[in-house]
């Protein structure tokens, strides 16, 4: 393998890896949201030990939206 392609390679990696994490997190702040509007209470949620106060909190400002994509 070349130089340019092995640069190519570890550079595809990386934004996969980033994309992986950042899907994830969107995932999480959707069934968060789902949660909440379907009436469960933040420590109801909490019980899953899946997500964290924080993940919960900025789902409940509804900061959800600004990071789904276009």
């Known amino acids: 393998m070349s130089l340019i392609e092995e640069y190519g390679e570890r ?3 990386k934004g996969f ?3 992986y ?3 994830v997190k969107i ?3 959707m069934i968060i949201l789902s949660l ?3 009436g469960m209470s933040a420590e109801e949620i909490l019980r899953f030990e899946v997500f964290t106060s924080d993940e919960i909190l900025e789902a409940e400002k509804g900061q959800v939206a ?3 994509p276009e």
């Open 17 to 19: 890896e980033k994309g």
């Open 11 to 13: 550079r595809f990696q």
């Open 27 to 29: 995932g999480k702040k």
């Open 36 to 38: 909440l509007e379907s």
């Open 66 to 68: 600004s990071h789904l």
């Open 21 to 23: 994490e950042e899907g």
